[in-house]
């Protein structure tokens, strides 16, 4: 079988997942993409790289032989790049969130549709171990219907925020992390929001630098889902945070960053009225040793391998084009309900 050829625009973020890539027996990293000549050149000899593979634009590496375009770019740039990737007949794996726009959101949304070739948006939380050991035991009934879940997202970056294109991204607007799992655990989508927070008693008053961010979602098969988000609030660990409630019990994990001890009761299963700790993995254990060379534990390995095999099937990719939006679009709204004085707002879902 003939290998895809991969090109990762971004050093960093993309090139992260260029690992994964280079260890995959169906693919080959053949090109990287870069704004910075000094960056391009040094982790283009990290993947032994000729200089002719190296791109300063663009436009010059869609132009180049490559099957599969890796974005790892800022998000005000992921629209633009997915359409042109698209028009140019190349397989687009796009890291999080999908934009930063309701109206770029809706030409990527056109723009995908339109082609032959596949999109997925690399949210690596559907990928985390304990992530897809719960969707098992949801899916089979042993919390019951789900109808309230929470997700904390705490991060402090403030030196990435301040005077970078962070600054005007709002908390809300990266929301992916916590929605997607949720949302694949539900198997729903939301349809509107509230939320509130606009002060600034930390940094400097732009958006991405706002304290904290809180928003209520209803979903279409009428559960509440409660986000807290921060870009600069001094929490540590990260909180990295997950509770799903349902008709027949909870699953709750760890509150000391993504991995750790959490807890669980199944009603049908479980003797005790109290939650029985639950071990909260982001590696699986069992996976191949290099399944965690892309980092996040073994999330992005399996995410990779599920981006391929829909390529190689012609099928639609986990988290496609839809269920991309459904993860990014709310938190766009989310934000200008708090700016407009916690009002609620629909969410459109953009599937065509």
């Known amino acids: 079988m003939k290998k895809f050829k991969v090109g990762m625009v971004g050093v960093g973020r993309a090139t992260s997942y260029g690992h994964i890539f280079v260890n995959h027996p169906d693919t080959e990293v053949v090109a990287l993409c870069d704004m910075n000549p000094e960056i391009l050149a040094k982790n283009g000899e990290d993947f032994k790289l000729d200089e002719k593979n190296l791109f300063l634009n663009y436009e010059d590496m869609l132009n180049s032989d490559v099957d599969i375009v890796v974005l790892g770019t800022p998000i005000p740039f992921h629209a633009e790049q997915t359409i042109k ?47 897809i050991e719960w969707d098992g035991w949801i899916k089979s009934g042993k919390i019951g219907t789900p109808f309230y879940a929470e997700a904390d997202y705490l991060h402090e970056i403030r030196g990435l925020v301040d005077g970078k294109w962070r600054a005007n991204r709002a908390p809300l607007h990266y929301c992916s992390h916590s929605l997607g799992p949720i949302l694949m655990w539900m198997d729903d989508h939301i349809v509107r929001c509230t939320a509130s927070g606009n002060h600034h008693s930390i940094e400097p008053a732009t958006t991405g630098n706002i304290d904290i961010q809180v928003a209520l979602f209803e979903t279409a098969k009428g559960a509440t889902i409660k986000l807290s988000r921060s870009s600069v609030a001094l929490r540590e660990p990260a909180l990295c945070h997950y509770n799903i409630i349902g008709t027949k019990g909870f699953l709750e994990s760890s509150r000391q960053g993504y991995a750790g001890v959490g807890l669980r009761h199944f009603a049908d299963h479980d003797e005790e009225r109290q939650g029985m700790p639950i071990a909260i993995n982001i590696t699986d254990l069992n996976a191949p040793k290099e399944a965690t060379a892309g980092g996040h534990g073994s999330s992005e390995y399996y995410l990779v391998r599920d981006f391929l095999k829909s390529i190689e099937n012609d099928t639609t990719p986990p988290i496609d084009i839809v269920r991309a939006m459904d993860m990014t679009v709310p938190g766009l709204i989310a934000h200008e309900a708090a700016m407009k004085g916690g009002v609620w707002l629909d969410v459109p879902r953009l599937t065509d």
Do not use: P, W
């Open 85 to 131: 990737a698209m028009e140019a007949g190349k397989h687009v794996l796009c890291e999080v969130t999908a934009s930063d726009n309701i109206a770029d959101c809706q030409r990527m949304v056109e723009a995908v549709q339109k082609s032959k070739t596949k999109f997925m948006m690399a949210e690596n939380c559907n990928y985390m171990d304990f992530a």
